[in-house]
Antibody
Framework: QVQLDESGPGLVKPSQTLSLTCTVS??????????YCWIRQSAGKGLEWIGR???????NYSPSLKSRVTISVDTSKNQVSLTLTSVTAADTAMYYC???????????????WGQGTMVTVSS | SSELTQPPSVSVSPGQTARITCSGD??????TYWYRQKPGRAPILLIY???KRPSGVPERFSGSSSGATVTLTISGVQAEDEADYYC???????????FGGGSQLTVL
């Protein structure tokens, strides 16, 4: 059973860069036709999609975050990484890593989610 | 527009049927997915590609689609169904993913 585990610093200062890692266990990042994405949720708010990365390394990002976001993979470590630059208090949120398990059969159905990692932007 | 609109809240009595709608221009072209999220937990997939149910999701959860509006129907609502429900789709070109604002289901 594939599991996702997000990790990273819980506190980031304004204007700095937020870096998070999603470690995939129980399977390979490049298995089948899966892709991985990052989703965040501010306290009491809805889900906000940040971006995704396909096994090929191709990426798509939310238009509202595109200028500050980079998603990458390290297949040797079975990890997906998120980098968000120039953070502000508005970037304070729970950050989730999620998998679209089979985009040929199921489309962008996020069938596996990590437990999330809370990031606070504050000086 | 890629926005998805959901009612902020829906209330039903136990045993009744809850219907949560999601509307957006792109829904006529793109598939919709539904998730349930309980406080402090990650979302769980309920419906994919408008109407399909993953294994393990009870049959009382169903999805339907009509043009620019899709509906999540929960039959025989139970107290444990009280949660936030989110629809998800994509922009009309499929370039990026969008979520609806979420609907809080209250079981009276």
């Amino acid at each position: 059973q594939v599991q996702l585990d997000e990790s990273g610093p819980g506190l980031v200062k304004p204007s700095q860069t937020l870096s998070l890692t999603c470690t995939v266990s129980g399977g390979s990042l490049t298995d089948g036709s899966s892709y991985y994405c990052w989703i965040r949720q501010s306290a009491g708010k809805g889900l906000e999609w940040i971006g995704r990365i396909y096994p090929s390394g191709s990426t798509n990002y939310s238009p509202s975050l595109k200028s500050r976001v980079t998603i990458s993979v390290d297949t040797s470590k079975n990890q997906v990484s998120l980098t968000l630059t120039s953070v502000t208090a508005a970037d304070t949120a729970m950050y989730y890593c999620a998998r679209a398990g089979d985009y040929y059969a199921s489309g962008s159905a996020f069938d596996i989610w990590g437990q999330g990692t809370m990031v606070t932007v504050s000086s | 527009s890629s926005e998805l609109t959901q009612p902020p809240s829906v209330s039903v009595s136990p045993g009744q049927t809850a219907r949560i709608t999601c509307s957006g221009d792109a829904l006529a072209k793109q598939y919709t997915y539904w998730y349930r999220q309980k406080p402090g937990r990650a979302p769980i997939l309920l419906i994919y590609k408008d109407t399909k149910r993953p294994s393990g999701v009870p049959e009382r959860f169903s999805g339907s689609s009509s043009g620019a509006t899709v509906t999540l129907t929960i039959s025989g609502v139970q107290a444990e169904d009280e949660a936030d429900y989110y629809c998800q789709s994509a922009d009309s070109s499929g370039s990026y993913v969008v979520f609806g604002g979420g609907s809080q289901l209250t079981v009276l």
